[in-house]
């Protein structure tokens, strides 16, 4: 059974810090990595995906990927209350669908 | 540029009634998928469809099946609502195994 764990929260960060939002996988054949927000009562939205171990940017964003400890985080920088939040990691591997996690819930207090 | 439309949106049933979700594509993507999201439960997979013309069981099927009518359209059906089927039920599409899913908005089903 494939499993994706993440912190359910709530994850509690003050408006222009740091957020690092960690997720874990069993399957060391994983190969794309995914994290989706889900704003309450909305469907979830993809923010990145990341393939090959290291960091990517996207603007406050960035997806580090460490395939040889099988984890994958989202750091969101300068976060505002708009970034509240829950934020759904989700792993491939081979033909298979994606396996989601539950999600953390992130709260941005202004 | 719709993406992934569901239809419909809200929808309240009595115990034993049937009905069908409709889900479209406008991608062109060749797979899609049909999720139930319940409080504390996360997206648990109900049904798949890798291609045109297959199917197969996610996590949770029990209840529920359904058809791929074309490369577009993905559609869910329950036979006989039960209350335990009340959620929001999400339909998602990608290109591949290995590309990112994108959902539609969502049909929020209860079952009395």
């Known amino acids: 059974q494939k499993e994706v764990e993440q912190n359910s929260g709530p994850l509690s960060v003050p408006e222009g810090a740091i957020a690092s939002l960690n997720c874990t996988y069993s399957d060391r054949g994983s190969q794309s990595f995914f994290w989706y927000r889900q704003y309450s009562g909305k469907s979830p939205e993809l923010i990145m995906f990341i393939y090959s171990n290291g960091d990517k940017e996207d603007g406050r964003f960035t997806a580090q990927l460490n395939k040889a400890s099988q984890y994958v985080s989202l750091l969101i920088r300068d976060s505002q209350p708009s970034d509240s939040a829950t934020y759904l990691c989700?792993?491939?591997?081979?033909?298979?669908?994606?396996?989601f996690g539950k999600g953390t819930r992130l709260s941005v207090i202004a | 540029n719709a993406g992934v439309t569901q239809t419909p949106k809200f929808q309240v049933l009595k115990t034993g009634q049937s009905m069908t979700l409709q889900c479209a594509q406008d991608?062109?993507?060749?797979?899609m998928y049909w999720y139930r999201q319940d409080p504390g439960m996360g997206l648990r997979l109900i049904y798949y469809s890798a291609s045109e013309g297959t199917t197969d069981k996610g996590e949770v099927p029990n209840g529920y099946n359904v058809s791929r009518l074309n490369k577009r359209e993905f559609s869910l059906r329950l036979e006989s609502a039960a209350p335990s089927q009340t959620s929001v039920y999400f339909c998602?599409?990608?290109?591949?195994?290995?590309?990112?899913?994108?959902f539609g908005d969502g049909t929020r089903l209860s079952i009395l």
């Open positions: 998602a599409s990608s290109g591949s195994w290995n590309q990112p899913q994108h």
């Open positions: 991608m062109n993507h060749n797979s």
């Open positions: 989700a792993v491939n591997s081979g033909n298979t669908p994606l396996v």
